[in-house]
């Protein structure tokens, strides 16, 4: 069973705030370009984290509520957003599924690279559908895995080793699919990649020692043509530089 992200993101909520994977990205530009389209008169992110996302579009939006499950994410959410002068923000400690709002109250609704974290990524679909208007925009961001059955089992095994948190990445079809089912319909899909260098993507969630080597052992020992989609870099004695994955970006609408 994954273990609570709260375990994880609890000590480590500065860290994410200054990673460099989640302060930058062409994800963020696509949430400030579509928040200073639409100007909604009330932003949501879910799984704010650090409020990346939230700061991108805060600018250009009236109320917005950050909204996340781990409180230190939320205190550093807040210092840092304060600091930007963004002080039209509010902030929740909620689960995805349970967003304290009530129906048909958000103009534009994001969630970025947390979905992986979330015990049911259909009944988070639901909560988001409940709150979206109904002339609403949802943009979800998240990681991706291949298609390829071997290569999603590779990353998403090394995934729950480094977090144990971590639930499930899922493949661009299969994304589809659930915003299919649970009544949205997609009107943007890109992807774009990510390189992570190996050990700040470690120490991001605290991970060090035997356990940072388990996994360095996993990379270094992965069959050639994982490494090649993952683009897993080594160096000298066989030390694991870098990988490279995946990301989404939907952004969708209700159907009706």
């Keep these: ?9 609890s000590g480590s909520a500065e860290r994410y705030f200054k990673s460099t994977d989640h302060q930058t990205g062409p994800d963020l530009d696509f949430i400030r370009e579509t928040a200073g389209r639409a100007m909604p008169a009330v932003t949501v992110d879910v799984a704010t984290g650090p409020g990346h ?69 259909p009944e988070f679909l639901r909560e988001a559908r409940r709150a979206l208007k109904y002339n609403g925009t949802f943009v979800m961001i998240d990681s991706i895995v291949p298609s390829d059955r071997d290569a999603a089992s590779f990353m998403n095994r090394v995934e729950r080793l ?14 589809r699919e659930f915003f299919r089912v649970e009544g949205f319909i997609v009107r943007t899909v890109r992807t774009f990649q990510r390189t992570h260098p190996f050990r700040e993507w470690g120490a991001r969630v605290g991970l060090k020692g035997e356990g940072l080597e388990n996994i360095e052992a996993v990379f270094r020992d992965a069959p050639e043509g994982i490494k090649e989609i993952f683009r897993i870099e080594t160096g000298p004695g066989g030390v694991v530089v870098s990988y490279t994955d995946e990301k989404a970006i939907f952004s969708a609408c209700r159907a009706e």
Excluded at 1 to 9: L, Q, V
Excluded at 100 to 114: E, F, G, K, Q, V
Excluded at 162 to 175: A, E, G, I, M, Y
């Design 162 to 175: 480094r977090d144990p948190s971590h639930v499930r990445s899922f493949d661009l079809n299969q994304w």
């Design 53 to 121: 996302a939230l700061k991108a579009a805060a600018p250009f939006s009236g109320f917005c509520l950050a909204s996340d499950l781990t409180r230190e994410m939320l205190e550093v959410a807040r210092k840092h957003l304060s600091g930007a002068g963004l002080n039209h923000v509010r902030y929740a400690q909620a689960r995805a599924h349970e967003l304290p709002l009530p129906d048909d109250s958000a103009d534009l609704l994001t969630c970025r690279i947390a979905c992986h974290h979330f015990p049911s990524v």
């Design 1 to 9: 069973m994954p273990r609570d992200p709260r375990n994880t993101f």
